[in-house]
């Protein structure tokens, strides 16, 4: 089925290890975003990008790297996991007007 | 002050009621788009408008662009309803990012 893909569902990390998540898109969309969802708060942008080979900075970035070396993926890394990153994240892409797009969501619990 | 504020945060209506959630914004926007999260699901995106009213099925989203308002009502409710119902706005830029409100949960016993 056409849409977002993350990749994994659910990860528990050890305090100081590192990982990457992995969002892919069919749709052809050039722009996409990592948000972070906590309880209690609105969704909040990581980073995104407007397109393959480009990267910027959202509102919480600090702690995060993002990559999007091909278009149809965007990867979230993490160097050195921590307790305050525990969140589900959600990746999402858009056409850059109506077509907005989410991904299924990345439960993460960093212990 | 959030930039989108969502009333009320919580919501519980017996099935068959008309359901109303309202989003105020304070800044200057170009879409506002409503979306739907089940508990431990994903996000899916409900409407998107820019001006006046929409309807999909029971589901129908007015915006206000003058009073930065809107509401998403849902008729003749049912419990597959229940969900958080989530206000984003974009306000406008060539990165088109959502600036989102807190949600609300609405529960709809049967």
């Known amino acids: 089925n056409a849409g977002v893909t993350q990749t994994p569902k659910f990860r528990v990390l050890k305090t100081g290890q590192s990982m990457t998540l992995l969002c892919a898109q069919d749709m052809n969309h050039e722009y996409m975003y990592w948000y972070r969802q906590d309880p209690g708060m609105g969704l909040r942008l990581i980073h995104y990008s407007v397109g393959e080979g480009t990267t910027a900075k959202g509102e919480v970035p600090d702690g995060y790297n993002v990559s999007r070396l091909k278009k149809q993926n965007f990867l979230l890394g993490l160097e050195s996991a921590a307790p305050s990153q525990t969140s589900v994240y959600f990746c999402?892409?858009?056409?850059?007007?109506?077509?907005?797009?989410f991904g299924s969501g990345t439960r993460l619990t960093v212990v | 002050k959030n930039e989108v504020e969502q009333s009320p945060q919580n919501l519980t209506a017996q099935e068959g009621e008309f359901i109303t959630i309202n989003c105020s914004y304070s800044v200057g926007i170009s879409a506002l788009h409503w979306l739907q999260q089940h508990p431990g699901g994903g996000i899916v995106s409900l409407f998107m408008l820019s001006s006046g009213k929409k309807k999909h099925g029971r589901l129908i989203a007015t915006i206000n662009i003058q009073e930065k308002h809107s509401s998403l009502h849902i008729t003749a409710s049912h419990p597959r309803d229940s969900a958080v119902y989530i206000c984003a706005v974009n306000s406008g830029g060539s990165n088109y990012k959502l600036t989102f409100g807190k949600g609300t949960l609405l529960t709809v016993n049967p």
């Open positions: 999402a892409s858009s056409t850059g007007g109506p077509g907005y797009t």
